[in-house]
């Protein structure tokens, strides 16, 4: 028996295939021409909410740090104040209950004089300090908050990516929609995150 045709018949069945698609793809809706230019442009805006969203962390962490050293820089301030506030009340009690009279006297006055001289500096980096850390402390959570505006942004993208992709599979303009919308949501956020970025826009309250 003769493999030619077969091969006829497989040659002519890849015909007819090929046929129906070619067919097919001259109905392709002119809506799902824009699916790459949507994909394209929110994977362009999650990349860059990636890279923004991870300078962020960075920069939260900076501030948190530096905030945990202006703590512990006010707390030594305030540790040395009250020390010598201590030495200081010592040596003004010893003045007046005992009878320390010449050079002994004069040094004890010297000493207490001093020790009572170094506390307004002393008190004064304490508070500047503890200021120095709300400050801190608000900017982190300033930079926490854009940032997770931003992950939620984000988030939205790749919903809005996959429901494109699937009405391009499917030709299903509803669900192209639906990327759609997501998508104009995906940008709405990235613009409120960034009116927080420059004050004009209320931080919510992180749980």
Not at 46 to 52: D, L, M, P
């Amino acid at each position: 028996m003769s493999a030619v045709p077969h091969t006829s018949r497989f040659r002519a069945f890849a015909d007819r295939l090929s046929a129906r698609i070619d067919a097919q793809g001259g109905d392709i809706p002119g809506w799902v021409k824009r699916v790459a230019l949507l994909t394209g442009l929110l994977a362009a805006i999650s990349g860059f909410v990636t890279v923004r969203s991870t300078i962020l962390t960075n920069d939260a962490v900076y501030a948190s740090g530096q905030a945990i050293l202006a703590q512990t820089q006010s707390s030594d301030n305030w540790a040395e104040y009250q020390a010598d506030s201590v030495k200081a009340r010592i040596v003004e009690t010893t003045l007046l209950t005992t009878a320390v009279a010449g050079v002994n006297r004069e040094t004890l006055m010297k000493e207490a004089a001093e020790l009572r001289r170094r506390q307004p500096p002393l008190r004064a980096t304490a508070i500047a300090k503890a200021a120095d850390r709300d400050r801190f402390l608000a900017h982190s959570a300033h930079i926490l908050a854009e940032r997770d505006w931003l992950g939620y942004a984000n988030f939205i993208a790749q919903i809005a990516i996959a429901l494109a992709s699937v009405a391009a599979l499917l030709k299903e303009r509803r669900v192209f929609l639906a990327g759609a919308v997501a998508g104009l949501f995906t940008i709405i956020i990235v613009a409120f995150a960034y009116a927080i970025h420059f004050g004009m826009a209320p931080l919510a309250p992180r749980l």
